[in-house]
């Protein structure tokens, strides 16, 4: 304690630099800055990664939805066998092999395949392979530097301009 006069003057009352409203207006400006500058980068690296969209526009999805019912049905009276494989390389890319035969057991050839690999969750990530005929019914095509994890693997089957076959399926890279 320290004494000024006769009178004792304690320290807790004497403060070198006082709160003033500037300062106070300062710290609530920096501070309500500070997290408004966060949710503007998060929400900015939210949209990057994930834009939560299948389709770009629902409205153009539903006018095609009775065309892709009716191609589906078509499709299943064919009755194709369609078995495709994918094969991993120590380079980090991947050979893709599809197997097409008629409901009969022939090996259908001819077709126009191709196929891509989607990420699930990145639009961005999607790698295209364009398939060859190799042999009778049998298409291969490779793409290089395919990560590892999950992928939706869709092959298409064209000819003469019409799709003849479309599937997705889910494969697990290693």
Do not use: C, H
Request: proline letters at 5%; aromatic letters at 6%.
């Amino acid at each position: 304690m320290r004494f000024e006069g006769d009178r004792p003057v304690s320290r807790a009352l004497v403060s070198p630099k006082p709160l003033t409203g500037g300062k106070v207006l300062f710290m609530l400006v920096a501070f309500f800055g500070v997290v408004i500058g966060v949710n503007l980068v998060m929400m900015k690296l939210a949209i990057q990664t994930l834009p939560g969209t299948e389709v770009d526009s629902a409205y153009s999805a539903s006018l095609t939805y009775e065309k892709e019912i009716g191609a589906a049905r078509d499709q299943d009276a064919r009755n194709w066998k369609v078995d495709a494989r994918v094969e991993r390389s120590r380079d980090g890319g991947a050979t893709l092999q599809v197997e097409a035969r008629d409901n009969t057991g022939k090996p259908i050839s001819g077709l126009k395949f191709t196929g891509r690999f989607e990420r699930p969750t990145d639009r961005q990530a999607d790698q295209p392979v364009t398939l060859a005929e190799a042999e009778s019914g049998v298409y291969r095509g490779s793409s290089s530097l395919i990560a590892p994890g999950q992928w939706d693997l869709v092959l298409e089957g064209d000819a003469a301009g019409q799709r003849l076959f479309l599937s997705k399926n889910r494969v697990l890279l290693d």
